[in-house]
């Protein structure tokens, strides 16, 4: 078991630091403070962290750490920290290490028994959900899905029957194709695209999954949340017809529904599927 304290130890910090996501006014003081006092400041993007760091006037060395070259420049930080100085890392915007480079950098600076100090701040999943009018807990953050679409299917398989309130985000060239695989796995469940938060163009777009195709065309950084899965009560007295019905009215497909159905009665699907095949015939 290991056990620090941060601001009672006299070890060097790595500080990781919440930055704005469009609103420079959502920088908070202490985060100015320490941006100001760390000794060496590491970015995804310098570029980026130079113009928020011109705006508030702050002069400070900037070493690049983004997804390409995170593992080289490990040992970099390690040695700053070993040589007394204290240090920050910051993404282009927002949380550090939430869906940005920095985890393998915090475990290593952890396991080597220095100070990681997380600077509370902006971020745009937490306004998302909270803008989102849709249960806000449970929660479960999940990121980015593959850009692959097989891959992204088998994702949002895995995700089918989770009930809490699910949050993505999502690049603009692909929430069509995002949303129409959602409603092919989830069904027709409540979803918003919260778009732009804190800039001045900022927009809750919420509807259901089956309205993909209205989505008008996008610009700037997407949440998407979407509904949890909700337990919808056994029909025991319905015949297996009925039960799919049932479930496809509440907007399953077929075979989920049939899926489904089998989970609660403990039939084999293909049995499921062959009544519920020659009962529609014998309707017919």
Same mark, same amino acid.
């Given at each position: 078991m ?17 930055t ?44 690049? $750490? ?24 910051? @993404? ?25 100090v =997380?600077?509370?701040g ?6 998302a &959900?909270?803008? @989102?009018?849709?249960k ?5 953050f999940?990121? $980015? ?7 992204r &299917? ?7 029957y ?8 999502e690049?603009i060239h ?7 695989? *959602? ?10 695209i919260?778009r ?12 259901? &999954?089956?309205?993909y ?22 029909? =025991?007295? &319905?015949?297996?017809?009925q039960?799919v019905?049932f $479930?496809?009215?509440?907007g *399953? ?16 699907k ?15």
């Amino acid at each position: 078991m290991l056990r620090n304290l941060n601001y009672q130890s006299n070890k060097s910090t790595l500080y990781l630091i919440a930055t704005p996501i469009g609103n420079l006014e959502d920088i908070t003081f202490r985060a100015l403070n320490i941006l100001k006092e760390v000794d060496k400041l590491y970015a995804e993007d310098t570029r980026v962290t130079q113009k928020l760091l011109a705006h508030f006037d702050i002069r400070k060395p900037l070493i690049s $750490f983004h997804e390409h070259n995170s593992n080289m420049k490990i040992n970099d930080v390690l040695n700053d920290l070993e040589n007394g100085l204290n240090v920050g890392l910051v @993404s282009d915007a927002g949380m550090p290490l939430v869906s940005d480079p920095g985890y393998d950098l915090v475990k290593v600076v952890i396991e080597n028994k220095f100070n990681v100090v =997380s600077l509370p701040g902006a971020n745009a999943l937490l306004p998302a &959900l909270t803008m @989102s009018g849709i249960k806000t807990h449970p929660f479960l953050f999940y990121g $980015f899905l593959d850009a692959k679409n097989k891959k992204r &299917l088998e994702q949002l398989e895995e995700l089918e029957y989770q009930s809490a309130t699910l949050i993505f985000y999502e690049a603009i060239h692909r929430i069509k194709d995002t949303l129409k695989d *959602m409603y092919e796995v989830f069904g027709d469940r409540d979803f918003v695209i919260a778009r732009e938060i804190t800039k001045a163009y900022e927009e809750i777009i919420k509807g259901k &999954l089956s309205e993909y195709s209205n989505i008008p065309e996008l610009k700037g950084e997407l949440v998407v949340v979407i509904e949890g899965y909700k337990q919808i009560e056994e029909k =025991s007295n &319905l015949s297996i017809t009925q039960q799919v019905d049932f $479930f496809l009215e509440s907007g *399953m497909k077929k075979t989920e529904a049939m899926k489904k159905v089998s989970s609660l009665t403990g039939i084999p699907k293909n049995q499921i599927y062959q009544e519920y095949l020659k009962e529609k015939i014998d309707k017919e």
